[in-house]
């Protein structure tokens, strides 16, 4: 006999299938049957995290032909390079997911998809270089170590080699602050400064508090996201002190103190109201760094047709050898 499957059975099938995959801590593949919401999500995540690392190219690249010796300039430059790689790798998984790069690259242009708001910074002093290292490189990395055990395979496996990266960079950048600080006074002084600019924008990074953050709960339940914004900017608190106390500079927060009774530090509020400007676009460089990628995309249309026509012809040769 033969039994007829509705429409609706089978998708309650699939969704069955998913929701155990998800609660044994297996990995959802590409080919695998995902609800539409998680694909959507998916997509929106990686994509911003790829256009963060390209954008993120900017405020540090402007610095690799003034650093101030060939070594210096050496390692940003490797950093830099990193960073393109990181946004290849995520928007490869994003294509997994049914993106198309070209108009994931439109949207951001067209300030349809964001990006992370840290890059809407000035990078006045080569201090900067050190803090963005130290700073923004150990947020990235209290975000996205618990990445690498994202639900979604590709996303995971990414987020494995870039971590590693990072962890590299954060490295470069404590090193470069710890010859500063060993420095003149002004090197030190220089050095203060770029913490004083960057401290609260590093803790916007997170996103907003969970109160406010409306996409947390649900990747959470999807283990796409496995920690919120607001126990990650806790993580990076208390990651963070001490290792101000080892290269001796003041962050600049009057209300950051240890809490015996809670065993984190407690910390004062950032500006949310910042944040949302920056995200919205009002941000200090935010026309800067859109413009500058706007004229790279241009100015890169003969690379990607030239690519594109050298692979039409392979292909052809290809189709002329097999007939
Ligand atoms: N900036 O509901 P939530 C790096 C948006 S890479 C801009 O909490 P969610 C490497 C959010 O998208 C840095 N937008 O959202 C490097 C959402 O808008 P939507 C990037 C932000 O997704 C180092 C809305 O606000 N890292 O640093 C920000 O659950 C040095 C509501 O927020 C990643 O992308 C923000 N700070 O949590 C490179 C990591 N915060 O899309 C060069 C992966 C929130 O609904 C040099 N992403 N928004 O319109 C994540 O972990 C998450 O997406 C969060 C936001 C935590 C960023």
Same mark, same amino acid.
């Given at each position: 006999?033969?039994?007829?499957?509705?429409?609706?059975?089978?998708?309650?099938?699939?969704?069955?299938?998913?929701?155990?995959?998800?609660?044994?801590?297996?990995?959802?593949?590409?080919?695998?049957?995902?609800?539409?919401?998680?694909?959507?999500?998916?997509?929106?995540?990686?994509? =911003?995290?790829?256009?963060?690392?390209?954008?993120?190219?900017?405020?540090?690249?402007?610095?690799?032909?003034?650093?101030?010796?060939?070594?210096?300039?050496?390692?940003?430059?490797?950093?830099?390079?990193?960073? $393109?790689?990181?946004?290849?790798?995520?928007?490869? %998984?994003?294509?997994?997911?049914?993106?198309?790069?070209?108009?994931?690259?439109?949207?951001?242009?067209?300030?349809?998809?964001?990006?992370?708001?840290?890059?809407?910074?000035?990078?006045?002093?080569?201090?900067?270089?050190?803090?963005?290292?130290?700073?923004? +490189?150990?947020?990235?990395?209290?975000?996205?170590?618990?990445?690498?055990?994202?639900?979604?395979?590709?996303?995971?496996?990414?987020?494995?080699?870039?971590?590693?990266?990072?962890?590299?960079? =954060?490295?470069?950048?404590?090193?470069?602050?710890?010859?500063?600080?060993?420095?003149?006074?002004?090197?030190? $002084?220089?050095?203060?400064?770029?913490?004083?600019?960057?401290?609260?924008?590093?803790?916007?990074?997170?996103?907003?508090?969970?109160?406010?953050?409306?996409?947390?709960?649900?990747?959470?339940?999807?283990?796409?996201?496995?920690?919120?914004?607001?126990?990650?900017? =806790?993580?990076?608190? +208390?990651?963070?002190?001490? =290792? $101000?106390?080892?290269?001796?500079?003041?962050?600049?927060?009057?209300?950051?103190?240890?809490?015996?009774?809670?065993?984190?530090? +407690?910390?004062?509020?950032?500006?949310?109201?910042?944040?949302?400007?920056?995200?919205?676009?009002?941000?200090?460089?935010? $026309?800067?760094?859109?413009?500058?990628?706007?004229?790279?995309?241009?100015?890169?249309?003969?690379?990607?047709?030239?690519?594109? %026509?050298?692979?039409?012809?392979?292909?052809?040769?290809?189709?002329?050898?097999?007939?």
């Amino acid at each position: 006999m033969v039994v007829a499957v509705t429409a609706a059975e089978e998708t309650r099938e699939f969704e069955e299938h998913f929701d155990r995959t998800i609660a044994r801590e297996q990995r959802i593949e590409p080919r695998d049957w995902m609800p539409g919401g998680y694909r959507k999500t998916l997509i929106r995540q990686i994509s =911003q995290h790829a256009h963060s690392e390209i954008i993120g190219m900017q405020p540090e690249g402007e610095w690799i032909t003034r650093a101030p010796s060939l070594r210096r300039k050496a390692i940003l430059l490797a950093k830099v390079q990193d960073e $393109a790689g990181h946004g290849l790798y995520l928007y490869s %998984a994003a294509e997994t997911l049914g993106a198309d790069r070209d108009e994931l690259t439109d949207m951001l242009i067209d300030g349809r998809q964001k990006y992370s708001s840290i890059f809407n910074y000035p990078t006045p002093t080569f201090a900067d270089v050190g803090v963005i290292g130290w700073l923004v +490189d150990g947020a990235a990395i209290c975000n996205q170590v618990p990445l690498c055990r994202s639900s979604y395979g590709p996303y995971a496996r990414a987020m494995i080699r870039i971590c590693k990266e990072e962890s590299f960079h =954060q490295r470069q950048g404590y090193e470069l602050l710890m010859t500063m600080t060993r420095g003149t006074t002004a090197q030190r $002084a220089m050095v203060q400064d770029a913490v004083d600019r960057w401290w609260w924008p590093s803790l916007m990074m997170f996103g907003p508090p969970d109160d406010a953050s409306p996409n947390s709960a649900r990747s959470m339940a999807w283990k796409i996201k496995r920690h919120s914004n607001d126990e990650l900017r =806790q993580r990076f608190v +208390d990651m963070t002190v001490p =290792q $101000a106390e080892a290269l001796g500079v003041r962050l600049p927060d009057p209300d950051l103190r240890w809490n015996d009774e809670r065993g984190h530090h +407690d910390f004062g509020r950032p500006d949310w109201d910042e944040l949302k400007r920056v995200i919205s676009g009002d941000g200090p460089c935010n $026309a800067e760094r859109i413009a500058v990628r706007r004229a790279a995309h241009e100015d890169g249309a003969w690379v990607r047709e030239a690519a594109a %026509a050298h692979a039409a012809k392979q292909a052809e040769r290809a189709r002329g050898a097999v007939a």
